[in-house]
């Protein structure tokens, strides 16, 4: 039986490139490491204990970083009436043709169909314009983490592209439109930091063009990242509604000198396809490698023995897990029945950080050899500071990992002008192509015909000079600049 | 303007009274304490800040028990499609009458319709089969926190009776009877635990009758509390599935030996039920009470001050909360515009556990006056012990809690034989009568009859020796103990 069988004759390794077949590569990635597997319906999926611990801690950070700057979670029903949905024209518009539809429950037909929701404004705002009376309810703001249902018709890939995904929405109520721009870049701030500081991927942060807006909004801000495969991930957006939403649900408050104004309102939202980017930009042919904040296990400890040497390298073993268990999520692998290769590649595969081994020669030395999952570098620690050496080493793995995600980043931007310079460049590299933009939908809709790129974002700052005096594809006046990439 | 008035002119106390109108008294103090509201959907409720945060910190210590003991958290479909619905026959029957269906999605009718989750054996289940394979792989042991919907015709009380609510399931799968057993009085045990140290309520544990069981179940196990009204709630179940749901759903696994076996699965729930159980027993006429452990601050600081104190009191008063603030949640109510009163009436109706009351007295003697949000009760507290003072003030005002509600129970479970006794004891009493039964439906059909109480639970221990010889309806011989109860 050789290493990668599991003795029921399946080949548990990955078998796919993630250079030649990155859809088929990423698909074995995410079932073989058990992340999730196929639901019975097309378009969902079961998220497994490995991966929903990922999201687990996703959710911590944000969690934690929310409430520390004044959010407050609640939770409001899975299901939204249809006229509530109808109250803003934009949503209704923006969300209808995605909608699941609940027409009958407990063999009655309902009298009014419910929306499962696929975004939860027109039932919180509502809400928001209750509880809001007077200026000092202001800032108002509160959160939800739940799943949403979104029947888009295309093909599924988990956590990137699923009916119903896992999310927070995060909806806001502000006295004045500063303070509700301010919210707004806060919360993209926050996302851009979980990218960054936890999941070790740098973003570009950004402006959705006003055509590719979220309903309703006034400005959709917007952080992308990179794949490997040349292309774009909107991965968390941070929206500026105006005052379109408070006025279609009444959200008015009486100001200090008892006027009564309406409020400015803001909604932002991260989902699992940020497990998404983070499983395809830093995993590999060997599996799954995740960074050291998020991973389930940061590290797997695996002795190594002959029949004579079994119990000292096993106590040696035990006890040195023990200690580093009470600084970091430590595993250790004393399995009779699997041989120090087959545990190698079953830790590769599962995406552990750092691997441990031990065997007679750090038993009798008082040390132990760490192996970094990204590129199986391996370095000699002693045992009398090995909590620190872990930790000097997992610090390792993350720098790694963001600076291999930072090369890739910082190669594939690239400035173009004219349609078939845009063309080919996004042709031959994928990755982003900055171009001066008219502000013109049809430019965008011109590439997008030849090449299935669009703008996936332009830059906040809405006076910054465009990269080029002219439209980089019909040579008019430019406004902005824009940023071409194919997307997910 | 009086301290019971906000300003807007609507009364921002309870006025309704627990013992003549528990109803109505209930769902003042579950609106004003800002724990929920009432959807625009009968039946639903949207819960608030100061609710869902009672509810991420049951979530917190339940959570943390059951990855304690082996489980992991992971995240199934929302939906189940009928045919999934349909493999296990009792689960069919038994929920089919309440089940939201969606037939329509994305402007295309369905070629399958889909459930909205009213528990999720029937997904789950299959996966798990997919999953075990070995002896090795088990016990598997899943949960997973989500909402379910049941399509339930009864007047909607928040959190005791919604058509959508939130909980906890917990799925697992074993080799033997014995370890599934096991892992259904764990759970129950963890059940208990919560009421008792977390929610400070004494819960009574037994068995369902076999008419009443979870469908398809082989034994419900549920915890039972008693309410100040003299009704039961059900407060969490934990079901030993016996080999049903593995048969319907083939989850086998090859023993020791390489032999296909069938496995014992299980399955245990607790939902928001028990914040409704929490608000019930503990709350009065002025609003909220809650737990030290449950409540969103523990602590409020409120400083009084005249003219010319007020520099010295609110210095005392934020420094005295910074030091509490380093092992409590505390709360120092600084503001300007409301007086002393208001604040208390305020934060009692929030069930905050400890008022500590800060005057130029308390300044000048380096003290702090402690209430108790209970009772009333004040103590004064020395300055310098302050930390000290507080967290005996808390474990105080759990123990007054517990000890009131278990006097309450212990009071209330009653013996009685005969139609008429029975009938009599729980007409003016409430509470639990424990009666002989035969085992027959029929004779809690006679009682339910008379005055809607059921038997909400017989022993757990099978061969425990029956309170009477005789069933306390029928007159035939006695199998076991009933306890009837009106119940929620």
Redesign the interface.
């Known amino acids: 039986m050789s290493d990668a069988d599991d003795g029921?004759g399946q080949e548990l390794g990955i078998t796919e490139s993630k250079s030649h077949k990155p859809g088929e590569w990423y698909a074995e990635v995410v079932q073989k490491a058990e992340l999730a597997?196929y639901?019975?319906?097309g378009g969902?999926?079961?998220?497994?204990?490995r991966?929903?611990?990922i999201?687990?801690r996703i959710q911590e950070h944000l969690d934690g970083w929310f409430k520390d700057s004044g959010v407050?979670?609640?939770?409001?029903?899975?299901?939204i009436?249809e006229s509530?949905l109808e109250k803003e024209k934009d949503i209704v518009e923006g969300f209808d043709?995605?909608?699941?539809?609940?027409?009958?429950?407990?063999?009655?037909e309902l009298e009014?169909r419910?929306a499962?929701r696929p975004t939860s404004e027109s039932?919180i705002t509502?809400?928001i314009a209750?509880?809001v009376?007077s200026h000092r309810d202001l800032p108002m703001r509160?959160n939800q983490w739940?799943?949403v249902?979104r029947?888009?018709?295309t093909d599924t890939k988990p956590f990137f592209r699923t009916?119903?995904f896992?999310w927070q929405e995060g909806h806001t109520a502000h006295a004045t439109e500063e303070s509700a721009w301010d919210e707004t870049m806060t919360r993209l701030g926050q996302y851009e930091r979980l990218y960054e500081e936890v999941m070790a991927i740098p973003g570009l942060t950004g402006r959705k063009p006003d055509h590719d807006k979220f309903p309703g909004a006034h400005t959709t801000t917007t952080i992308e990242a990179l794949m490997p495969d040349g292309k774009s991930v909107q991965a968390g957006t941070s929206h500026y509604l105006g005052t379109s939403f408070a006025e279609a649900y009444d959200v008015t408050y009486t100001d200090e000198d008892e006027d009564e104004r309406v409020a400015h309102t803001t909604s932002w939202g991260l989902s699992w396809r940020a497990m998404g980017a983070l499983i395809m930009t830093h995993s590999d042919d060997q599996g799954l490698v995740l960074p050291p904040a998020l991973a389930p296990e940061q590290v797997v400890v695996v002795p190594i023995w002959q029949e004579d040497t079994r119990e000292e390298v096993l106590e040696y073993s035990a006890e040195l897990a023990a200690e580093l268990d009470e600084e970091f999520r430590v595993h250790l692998d004393d399995r009779d029945e699997r041989n120090p290769g087959f545990k190698y590649n079953e830790w590769e595969l599962k995406g552990v950080p750092l691997r441990i081994e031990v065997g007679p020669n750090e038993v009798e030395d008082g040390e132990a050899t760490l192996v970094h999952r990204p590129d199986g570098e391996n370095e000699v620690a002693d045992r009398d500071d090995i909590t620190g050496a872990v930790g000097d080493a997992l610090d390792t793995v993350y720098a790694k990992l963001y600076a291999a995600a930072e090369e890739t980043l910082e190669e594939n931007v690239r400035e173009a002008h004219g349609r078939n310079e845009i063309l080919g460049t996004l042709g031959q590299h994928g990755g982003y192509v900055k171009t001066g933009w008219c502000g013109d939908e049809a430019c965008e809709t011109e590439i997008k015909d030849q090449i299935a790129a669009e703008i996936v974002m332009v830059p906040l700052d809405r006076d910054e000079e465009p990269v080029h005096e002219t439209c980089g594809v019909c040579e008019e006046e430019a406004e902005e600049t824009a940023y071409f990439a194919k997307n997910y």
């Open positions: 029921d597997d639901a019975p319906m969902f999926i079961v998220t497994r204990p991966g929903y611990a999201w687990e407050q979670n609640a939770y409001f029903p899975l299901f009436p509530y043709p995605e909608v699941a539809w609940v027409e009958k429950a407990g063999h009655e009014e419910l499962v039932i509502p809400f209750q509880w009376r509160l739940c799943s249902v029947w888009e018709a009916k119903e896992l």
